[in-house]
């Protein structure tokens, strides 16, 4: 206990003393490709969940959720996570498609030694679109290291290459309408396609190549989150503040 | 100078517990009570479904899976039958399929995760479900909206409104670099 109060008295420190460095770092950052309104806030913006069986060890399932789209190449070690914002998976595993358990995120900081600290798979207090950071793990974790939680459960949170592959430079062209959020201004005619297919091999191009998101990936027993009646779970991710 | 730390260290711990990290549960008082502003659950559906006019993105980020039936089933209706053009019974399915917008997996399946291969019975290449990182989810989803696999699957009949050049982006994963071991995810580029 001792130990862990120390801890957290300097991860405080550590939070307070970063802060000029982030505000510095975010405004050079601000020639990212976002919209006006996702550049405010791209902390809170999620971009993939992927839910799949451990290569390493089968009776362990992994899960991800992205957020952050578009860090430009290079610039992914000095992105961070929102410190306002709750990160969370929600989890199903009754099949009512509410959430039983609750996996959650918090980052304390804005500087290159950001702190992570997770809570659960627990029982939310609340559910919802409103909710609450529920009781915390005591393992506190940086950044772009891989730390283990007191319950067993891998962690790791920071930057990474954005897994997900679509051209989608040549989607916006055939729904106009979805381009608004990426370029931050009402397209001039959202319902005109500007093409009827797709690019052919060859000239088709994966948009998100050289572009990094901040991924939150947990590692843990099947066990701590299959139910009682059933062994199908239903997942989602959410961001909140 | 041991002393100025700890001074500072208590000043600072003061500051974080009235805003400065956020807020806190541990700190006294009512925790905080965060509200959501994004969801998500399988990829690519409100994106592709929802328009961005009307607020429809917006509204469904907003909600919980439980509303998806009285929302974003209305979004899967109209582009469907008047955007993609597809008859009602491939709509209703692909509608079934999709709400509520949650990631199925089935953790008693062993064997790799393959996007719909719980809510198909294993038609696109596995019974766990979920999502791997490798699964080409965007040529799945097109497949559905665009193409010929609802028929294919014998779940409603062919409509003859499949749209040849729409069923995939022609990209695949190539330029991605996944790792085998822990966080599987790959190095920032």
Known sequence: MKVRRKTVLWSIIAVCVAVPTAIHLKARASDHADTPAIAATPGVDLTDVYCFPSPSNPSNVVLVMNVHPLIPSGQGPSTVFDPKVLYQIKIDNVGDFKEHLTLQARFFGTGANQQVQIAGPEVPTRTGIQTVWEKPDPVIGTINIPFTTSTGIKVFAGAREDPFFFDLEQFFKILPDRATPLTGTVVANPDQPQATSFRPVGQAQDFLKGYNVLSIVFEMPKSLIQGASTSKIGIWATTSK | ???????????????????????????GGSPHVYTQIDRLGRPAVNEVFATVADNRHQ???????????????????????????????????????????????????????????????????????????????????????????????????????????????????????????????????
């Open chain 2, 1 to 27: 100078m041991k002393y100025r730390l700890a001074a500072i260290g208590v000043a600072l711990t003061a500051a974080v517990l009235t805003g400065c990290g956020g807020s806190n549960n541990n700190g």
């Open chain 2, 59 to 189: 509204i469904n980020d907003t909600d919980n899976p439980t509303d998806d039936s009285g929302q974003l089933a209305n979004d899967i209706q109209m582009f469907m039958t008047t955007t993609a053009g597809r008859s009602q019974k491939i709509t209703d399915v692909t509608k079934a399929v999709l709400v509520p917008d949650v990631l199925v997996a089935d953790l008693s399946q062993s064997g790799p995760a393959t996007y719909l291969g719980v809510e198909t019975g294993g038609a696109t290449g596995g019974k766990f479900g979920g999502r791997a990182l490798t699964d080409d989810i965007i040529d799945t989803s097109l497949g559905v909206i665009f193409g010929n696999t609802i028929p294919a699957l014998g779940l409603a009949p062919d409509d003859g409104k499949e749209i040849a050049g729409l069923t995939t982006d022609n990209v695949g994963d190539g330029d991605k670099h996944f790792l085998a071991a822990f966080p599987y995810v790959g190095p920032p580029q």
